[in-house]
């Protein structure tokens, strides 16, 4: 990416909270971005006081999304998304970084996420923001050839960075 490219985007780059009517830009980008998408009910059952729907805009294009639950003090990051054309532009570190801080506002202790044992662009992602991996779930994610082990990875919240 060039110097000029960065400091543009970083004018115009903007998280946001999502709204129900931001669901045909994010299915569009959620259909483009994985072979076992997300149902559109799926999405509409996380429109709930529990969850935090974030897209990262750039230059007002919905560009990216993450989906985050939060139950009692932990949150469980349960979807992140960018959408093909943008990425490798840093948007999913930015957005991560943004919701990590948020979680953190809002009493969260801890970060909880599942990764495809086979998404190691996503890991490399996860892991140089400071995850590190607490356990396997064996058969987690239906694949073209059956099924696929998740990595469970995981981040904590309190303490003096966040
Ligand atoms: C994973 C995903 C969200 C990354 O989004 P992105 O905006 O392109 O990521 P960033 O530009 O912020 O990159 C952050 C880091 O992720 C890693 N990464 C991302 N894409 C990569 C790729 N294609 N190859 C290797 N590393 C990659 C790199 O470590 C990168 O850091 P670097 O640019 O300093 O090398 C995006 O590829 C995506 O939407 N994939 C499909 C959905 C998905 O797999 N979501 C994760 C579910 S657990």
Redesign the pocket.
């Known amino acids: 990416m060039s110097a000029s490219y960065r400091a543009i985007e970083s004018l115009a780059r903007q998280v946001r909270l999502l709204q129900i009517e931001d669901l045909p830009e994010v299915l569009d980008i959620e259909r483009m971005?994985?072979s076992f998408p997300w149902a559109e009910s799926v999405f509409r059952d996380c429109f709930r006081p529990n969850y935090r729907l974030w897209g990262v805009e750039l230059s007002g294009e919905l560009v990216?999304y993450a989906v985050v639950a939060y139950l009692v003090d932990e949150a469980h990051l349960l979807?992140?998304?960018?959408s093909s054309r943008?990425?490798?532009?840093?948007?999913?570190?930015?957005l991560l970084r943004y919701l990590v801080c948020e979680a953190a506002k809002d009493g969260m202790v801890q970060l909880i996420?599942?990764?495809?044992e086979s998404?190691?662009?996503?890991a490399?992602?996860y892991l140089?923001e400071g995850f590190s991996e607490i356990g396997r779930r064996p058969n987690y994610y239906p694949s073209s050839s059956g099924r696929e082990d998740a990595r469970v990875l995981s981040l904590t919240l309190s303490g003096p960075d966040h």
């Open positions: 971005g994985y990216g979807n992140i998304c960018v943008h990425r490798r532009h840093g948007f999913a570190r930015y996420l599942e990764v495809r998404n190691q662009s996503a490399d992602l140089s």
